[in-house]
T-cell receptor, first 115, second 109 residues
Framework: EAGVAQSPRYKIIEKRQSVAFWCNPI?????LYWYQQILGQGPKLLIQ????????DSQLPKDRFSAERLKGVDSTLKIQPAKLEDSAVYLC?????????????FGPGTRLTVT | GQNIDQPTEMTATEGAIVQINCTYQ??????LFWYQQHAGEAPTFLSY??LDGLEEKGRFSSFLSRSKGYSYLLLKELQMKDSASYLC??????????WGAGTKLIIKP
C-alpha cells in the first residue's frame, strides 16, 4: 500500500511570497489533515477534511492560508503572503474515516523556510 | 482547555529500559496516542489507549490512567534505532488530536 505523498519536500521562499504544497493521501482514505509543526513542538492541526468537506479549520490563519480538497482526494495548502513565522514543516496525514477514532498516517512533510 | 506535558529530552543506555511520561488535562477524552518521530521524518503510530491499563506490543508498552490524566510509554531492550522523538497526543471530545511537544530520546552505547 502506497503511503501519503507530499511535494515538494523542501521549499525556501522570501517573506511576502506565495507557496503551495500538495498532498496525495492513501487511496480510499476519506479524512485528510494538514498540520504545521514548528521545530521542537508537536504538530498543530490547521485543517481537517472529510471527503471534500471541511470538518475543522478553526486554527487556520484564514487571512493568509487556504486549503482545498477537490474531488475528495488530493489536497493543496497555500500560503499567501508568507511570513517569517510560517517557517515550519507542513505535514499531511490521512485516515480511513470509518470511525471516530482512526489511526492517522503521515506523509514525509514539506519543510518550509521563509527568509 | 488543552494542556499536555511531557519531558523535553531523556537519555538512556542501549539495552536498558526507559519510561517516557505524559500528563494531560482535558474535559473531554477519547483516548491517548503515542507516535515515534525520527529526525526529519513523519510521525509513525505506536499505540492507542482508551481504557485504563497496560497495552504491550513487543518491546514497547503503553499505560493509561484516565483518573490521573497520565500515560507512559515503556521501551525495553533499547536499540540505537530507538533514538527519536516520542509524541503523546490525546483525542478530545471533538475527536481532534491534541499533541504534546515530544520527548527527544537519546540512546548511548
Amino acid at each position: 500500500e502506497a503511503g501519503v505523498a507530499q511535494s515538494p519536500r523542501y521549499k525556501i521562499i522570501e517573506k511576502r511570497q506565495s507557496v503551495a504544497f500538495w498532498c496525495n493521501p492513501i487511496s480510499g482514505h476519506a479524512t485528510l489533515y494538514w498540520y504545521q509543526q514548528i521545530l521542537g513542538q508537536g504538530p498543530k492541526l490547521l485543517i481537517q477534511f472529510q471527503n471534500n468537506g471541511v470538518v475543522d479549520d478553526s486554527q487556520l490563519p484564514k487571512d493568509r492560508f487556504s486549503a482545498e480538497r477537490l474531488k475528495g482526494v488530493d489536497s493543496t495548502l497555500k500560503i499567501q503572503p508568507a511570513k517569517l513565522e510560517d517557517s515550519a514543516v507542513y505535514l499531511c496525514a490521512s485516515s480511513a474515516g470509518t470511525g471516530d477514532v482512526d489511526e492517522q498516517y503521515f506523509g514525509p512533510g514539506t519543510r518550509l523556510t521563509v527568509t | 482547555g488543552q494542556n499536555i506535558d511531557q519531558p523535553t529530552e531523556m537519555t538512556a543506555t542501549e539495552g536498558a529500559i526507559v519510561q517516557i511520561n505524559c500528563t494531560y488535562q482535558t474535559s473531554g477524552f477519547n483516548g491517548l496516542f503515542w507516535y515515534q518521530q525520527h529526525a526529519g521524518e513523519a510521525p509513525t503510530f505506536l499505540s492507542y489507549n482508551v481504557l485504563d491499563g497496560l497495552e504491550e506490543k513487543g518491546r514497547f508498552s503503553s499505560f493509561l490512567s484516565r483518573s490521573k490524566g497520565y500515560s507512559y510509554l515503556l521501551l525495553k531492550e533499547l536499540q540505537m534505532k530507538d533514538s527519536a522523538s516520542y509524541l503523546c497526543a490525546y483525542m478530545d471530545s471533538n475527536y481532534q488530536l491534541i499533541w504534546g511537544a515530544g520527548t527527544k530520546l537519546i540512546i548511548k552505547p
